[in-house]
């Protein structure tokens, strides 16, 4: 389904973004995380913006393939827990609010142009969500890959979900149980990422360009067809594994195992 009506999504220039940075040249939609302040964890609102943006880039002729990048310190430091129990912050953003909710492992489900993320610095958590919607993910080798959820007294649902899709099973759960980081290698070995690269830009460029000589239309249906392939009741996936993390927040461990980290000791689990 759609999340905004096409008449609003195909004025996305004249629209104001607040959490991220939307350039369109030379037949590709950049998008660039823009909370670094924060470590582009995704707000509620960075989370609508990002489904404006690539719902735009589906229905625009003109755009043939996704690029996204981050500014910052950290590409993606996950779901901001605040903003989702409703913590407030100022909203200058433009974008409309969806007809639907959008859930962030729904980024991608629509999109059927070749994305492409540029992973120059670390990704957390939910962060993964990004990489395993990508159709390439090109990181330099001092990026790691981290998990801590299960440090917190949380687990990642959404995120083991989606990595299933493009890791081998075992390794999933021990990343996720685990709340260990991975090097770039590791990701790249385990199917996370597609290519490990001092320049990214580079890379970025040289896949661009290989997808350019080919038919977009042609790739458009056989991205369509795929997904098509792999179609299941996706919503009542995503609206459990929601749930399943939201019981998981407010849990005693959670609440203990966020205090903690906050307060630099270590968790007193109480199992519950």
């Given at each position: 389904m759609a999340y905004f009506e096409s008449e609003l999504v195909a004025k996305l220039h004249e629209q104001t973004f607040q959490f991220l940075i939307v350039e369109e040249a030379n037949h590709s939609l950049s998008i660039t995380l823009n909370r670094p302040e924060k470590k582009n964890a995704l707000h509620p609102h960075m989370v609508n913006e990002l489904a404006f943006a690539l719902e735009y880039a589906n229905q625009a002729k003109d755009v043939w393939a996704v690029v996204l990048k981050a500014n910052g310190d950290i590409f993606c430091a996950g779901a901001d827990l605040k903003a989702f129990q409703g913590g407030a912050e100022e909203i200058v953003s433009t974008i409309p609010f969806p007809n639907d909710k959008v859930l962030i492992n729904e980024f991608f489900n629509n999109l059927t142009k070749p994305c492409i993320a540029q992973v120059d610095k670390n990704v957390l958590a939910g962060g993964?969500?990004?990489?395993?919607?990508?159709?390439?993910?090109?990181?330099?080798?001092?990026?790691?890959?981290?998990?801590?959820?299960?440090?917190?007294?949380?687990?990642?649902?959404?995120?083991?979900?989606?990595?299933?899709?493009?890791?081998?099973?075992?390794?999933?759960?021990?990343w996720c149980i685990t709340g260990k980081s991975i090097?770039?290698?590791?990701?790249?070995?385990?199917?996370?990422?597609?290519?490990?690269?001092?320049?990214?830009?580079?890379?970025?460029?040289?896949?661009?360009?290989?997808?350019?000589e080919n038919s977009p239309n042609a790739i458009r249906l056989g991205l369509t067809a795929y997904k098509k392939l792999k179609e299941k009741d996706v919503k009542a996936e995503n609206e459990y594994l929601f749930g399943m993390l939201m019981q998981a927040i407010g849990s005693k461990d959670a609440q203990e195992g966020i205090a903690a980290f906050r307060e630099k000791r270590q968790p007193e689990w109480k199992g519950e």
């Open positions: 993964m969500l990004i990489m395993t919607g990508c159709n390439y993910v090109v990181a330099k080798p001092s990026v790691e890959f981290g998990l801590p959820e299960v440090k917190r007294g949380l687990y990642p649902f959404q995120v083991m979900s989606s990595l299933l899709e493009v890791m081998p099973a075992r390794k999933v759960i021990d090097s770039a290698e590791e990701a790249l070995t385990d199917g996370l990422i597609t290519h490990v690269t001092e320049n990214t830009d580079e890379k970025v460029n040289e896949i661009l360009s290989t997808l350019f």
